[in-house]
């Protein structure tokens, strides 16, 4: 599906999606953005299962930088141990604001907190792993990444600098199209931190899709009447429950096959081809510039990541050379 077709998107969205039955009673998972829709949905499941432990985390957006930095620093104090870690919270927005940190909302909270969580967690989630049974770190992406539209990126001289500039998005063109973007850095996140782990990989990890589902990640832009109304007769014809969607997150967690999923992007439980551009040469130079751009800012708001990046990921001395 490397290109988006209606056709493709139908299929999926009408295709049953196992329900999972794994044994975690010996391990210890972490759901956030749990208190509503697919983390929500997700927690239940995982609980019902009775894991060794469940830690959820609130998706309230004004809650959710704390959340995040909560669950590295709830590990950190206390050093627990964590199996699967499902990164889920985000926010869908169209007006351009920025964050106290100066980043546009939906680029910091969808993608650059997300990353930061998803480092920090490295650690803890290496631990636990072996080689055989490999730890995972899943960020809930979106088929929204094959509308993404950052043609061209390879030729700013910032990527990142260009996704937060205000000027950039004042076209309501962007901003629009800003949910997409953040998904598809997402998608190239888990593409560019895969390829950098050691092999045999004591941690897997992957960008899953949960579908279009209903939820209220898109409430804003359904604030208009008109759009409201297309938006409720499409979740009407196809879109999937939110348990429905959530199966996808759960799957991923806990049934066998990490190890094959490592890496890649996810769809109806299975290992999907990425978006055309993701696939591209333009593509592969924004995902690796992006990759750095990334560990240069993340750098600056914690130290620790310097330190992880040094010493987990590989190769370790070109890392220390581009930051």
Known sequence: MGK?????????????LPISTADISDKSLIVVGANVGLGN???????????????????????????????????EAKGCTVDALIANAG?????????PDGYESTLQI?????????????PHLIKTGTAEHPSRLLIVSSEAHFL??????????????????????????????????????????IRELSSRLPTPTLVAVSAVNPGFCHSRILRESESELLTKSGM????GLVARTTEVGSRTLVHAAIEPGEKERHGHYLSCCEVAEESDYALSAEGREVSKRLWYETLKILVDIDPRVHKIVSEYLVPGLFL????
């Open 232 to 235: 409720m007769i499409l979740k």
């Open 110 to 122: 969808n993608y650059l907190s997300t990353a930061l969580l998803s480092i920090l967690m490295l």
């Open 91 to 99: 926010v869908s927005t169209v007006n351009y604001a920025k964050t």
């Open 4 to 16: 988006f077709s209606f056709v493709g998107f139908l299929r999926e969205q009408w295709t049953e």
């Open 320 to 323: 220390l050379s581009r930051l």
């Open 41 to 75: 949905e997700a927690a239940v499941h995982l609980a019902q299962l009775k894991p060794k432990s469940l830690l959820i985390t609130s998706r309230d957006e004004a809650k959710c930088e704390l959340s995040k930095a909560d669950v590295e620093t709830r590990f």
């Open 148 to 189: 993404a539209d950052i043609l061209g990126a390879d030729k700013w001289p910032g990527i990142i600098k260009t996704l937060n500039d205000e000027v950039y998005c004042t076209p309501s063109s962007v901003m629009n199209n800003r949910y997409y973007q953040s998904k598809l850095l997402q998608v190239m996140f």
